[in-house]
């Protein structure tokens, strides 16, 4: 049963949509750092929620789909970086043992092959 609104639009809000793409933005915002992906993953989780929510009472379903895309684009960048990173560290790791940042560059460039 929907409340109707003045114009024949369905009042009221959806609490969990709202919260989906706050979640869903921030998480993209800060994808760089792992941080990004538990957003996005919780955002996932409450714009699923939203979306169940939104067919229920028929408000937020935008909302909803927002944050659920957003959520799922966070935790991809976050996966991406993640396995970047991995593999920088898997590259590189012959060249942890030096002191100073200028012996640990010029390493690091010759693991990749500029001099």
Known sequence: MNI??????PAGRNGSAVAAAVLGS???ATSIVSVGGLLGLLGLVLGLVALRTARRTGVGRGQAITGAVLSAAAILVSAAVAIAAVWFAHRTQSCYHLNHVHQWSQCVHRQFGRH
Do not use: E
């Open 4 to 9: 109707q609104g003045t114009a024949g639009q």
């Open 26 to 28: 921030v998480g993209l």
